[in-house]
């Protein structure tokens, strides 16, 4: 959330463009979890070498349907959090801003919206549930933290959203054609 604070704080002082930022955040984030992991908290005992069992079993999701699949309750977790985020872009105030703001700034504006502040939280609600889906990535799927555990999820995410019209529903759907689609070679016998 702070991360994704900082891009929008950056988009509503200065105009800069929320996805050149964030690519440019995600290099800055990839180089310092290089750095993070040639720490001595983070490397396996009497070696330079990343942890690979990192977590915890208490930090892991619980399988759904056994080992030989990579479901996991991070996905009912998905399901809870893409209903929060439903519930708040149709139901709530502030989700009736972030939806002007994105409609039409000027237009939010001239109606009393503070298209600044909505920005930021906007951004920052972005950036806690893009943390949310890393922690599923990590917790879940991966279960240790890498180097390149990010790889290009974030570039599918993009392709994700505008499948899914940028709708939570719609993008929830999307998201989980495109597990399918990744995950099917995965599920093959041979």
Known sequence: AIWGGIVGFLK???????????????????FLLLYLLTQPAFQRKGSTNPAKAFLDQSALFPELLGPQFRLHAGFILAILVTWGVWWILSRSTVGFEFRAVGANPAAARTAGINVNRATVLVMALAGALSGLAGIAQVSGTEKYLSGGVAASIGFDAITVALLGRSTPWGTFFAGLLFGVLLSGPLLTRR
């Open 12 to 30: 509503a002082r200065t105009g800069a463009h929320e996805v050149i930022v964030t690519i440019m955040f995600n290099y800055i984030a990839s």
